[in-house]
């Protein structure tokens, strides 16, 4: 029988019987050490399912499980995730503009409910998140999204990198919010296809993902803070679009 606590699978079989039967995962921590068929046969199976899987010491298990969780613990997933690939087709099957939310190293699940809640209640059809450096999907960003993240498809893709790519592939155009940009937000033309790339709140867009952009843009400040909050920013960024369609 499958064991939960906290949102948590432990245990060789359990965790390889939920992810066989399709359980959505966060994540898959093996303990560091464990060797043979059961380990091969586990990072084949996270790579099918598009699921990231870490070595973590021991120690680190036991801080979240004290019963006997034999080296395998995984993080399920409070949604289901989907696949790039699919949703995009289905955006235009419905005859809808689409746009997108690509999130670059946004960690924080506070953050990260925010946002979903704007991107539902201003029209985004989606939101990508890498899988790594992605905040997990627990009872925190659910309550801070206000159920948002139940109503808007999370595209998990191997990297940012590949989601911008298959976006462009597709005619998608990627503009990439930089507070280096030289054009205002409303100086941009969201009214075709786009997919907005927003990073995390220390880094911002990391350098590489902002040279494949198709153009980059900057929200005017006046203050003397640093840079808005990611979910506020990204809430303006929504409002400008919706407005431009509207």
Request: hydrophobic share 40%.
């Amino acid at each position: 029988m499958t064991e939960f606590k906290d949102q948590l699978i432990y245990g060789k079989h359990p965790l390889w019987d939920a992810i066989k039967s399709g359980q959505a995962i966060d994540k898959v921590w093996l303990q560091i050490g464990m060797k043979g068929e059961y380990v091969t046969d586990m990072r084949e199976l996270c790579k099918e399912k598009n699921i990231p899987i870490q070595m973590v010491p021991k120690e680190k298990l036991n801080k979240l499980i004290r019963e006997n969780h034999q080296g395998a613990i995984a993080f399920v997933s409070m949604v289901d995730y989907y696949k790039l690939e699919d949703v995009l087709p289905q955006i235009y099957e419905r005859n809808e503009m689409p746009l997108i939310l690509v999130l670059d190293g946004v960690t924080d699940v506070r953050n990260f409910g925010a946002i979903a809640r704007s991107a539902e209640c201003l029209g985004a059809n989606a939101i990508v998140i890498g899988k790594k450096n992605a905040a997990r999907i627990n009872a925190e960003a659910m309550k801070t999204s206000a159920g948002a993240l139940t109503k808007i498809p999370i595209c998990r893709e191997n990297s940012p990198m590949a989601a911008v790519e298959f976006l462009q592939l597709s005619g998608v155009q990627v503009a990439a919010s930089d507070l280096k940009a030289e054009k205002n937000i409303s100086e941009i033309d969201f009214t075709g296809p786009t997919a907005i790339l927003v990073g995390s709140e220390g880094r911002g867009v990391h350098y590489t993902l902002a040279e494949m952009s198709d153009l980059r843009f900057i929200i005017p400040q006046s203050g003397f803070t640093d840079s808005l909050n990611v979910s506020v920013a990204t809430g303006i960024i929504l409002y400008e679009i919706a407005r431009q369609r509207t």
